[in-house]
């Protein structure tokens, strides 16, 4: 968590922490982590098939849990920006599937810490990342990544990732990569 933070920023902490917690539990592997004298650095999330956790967390009550943290506060998020969250999950995740061609695996985040970025710590964990899916008989691997995220997208392109095309979510433009482990 302290990597994403110091990454991204510390809003919706406990949030991330909840679903990571459940993604760990459900898909394990699909974690990777870099460590630099003991120290976490960097990590990735990559999963199967997002269809199968959504549905896991639905099934599981996991969703109800989340819902009910984010209503009593546990979360820290205001109403308007809750509503505006919700909103602009169901644009993003309605636009974004027509670019999908084998499967629904995808890298969901990655962080490396910011005193450590420029040392190939985001090409590594792409690539260990990129032979957990091909090692579980993953097809096809997709991300969003913002147009102006240049130093990611080419990490991403060296380490295999093309462009498919692109989608917006209420806060602007994302690209669409995939990626064939």
Do not use: C
Request: proline share 3%; glycine share 8%.
């Amino acid at each position: 968590m302290q990597v994403f933070q110091r990454a991204f920023g510390a809003e919706h902490s406990n949030a991330l922490l909840d679903v990571w917690n459940f993604l760990a539990r459900a898909q394990p592997h699909g974690f990777v982590a870099a460590r630099q004298d003991g120290r976490l650095v960097g990590y990735a999330i990559f999963v199967e098939s997002l269809s199968r956790i959504q549905t896991r967390a639905i099934r599981s009550g996991e969703v109800l849990k989340w819902l009910l943290h984010a209503l009593t506060g546990r979360y820290k998020f205001k109403i308007s920006a809750k509503l505006r969250t919700l909103r602009n999950k169901a644009k993003f995740l309605f636009s974004g599937q027509k670019f999908r061609t084998k499967g629904d695996a995808q890298l969901l985040n990655i962080a490396v810490e910011p005193s450590s970025q420029g040392e190939g710590i985001a090409k590594k964990l792409i690539i260990a990342g990129l032979s957990a899916m091909r090692a579980a008989g993953v097809p096809e691997i997709r991300l969003e990544v913002r147009p102006w995220n240049r130093s990611a997208i080419q990490v991403y392109e060296a380490t295999g990732w093309r462009e498919v095309g692109r989608t917006r979510d209420l806060e602007g433009e994302w690209i669409v990569m995939v990626a064939n482990p």
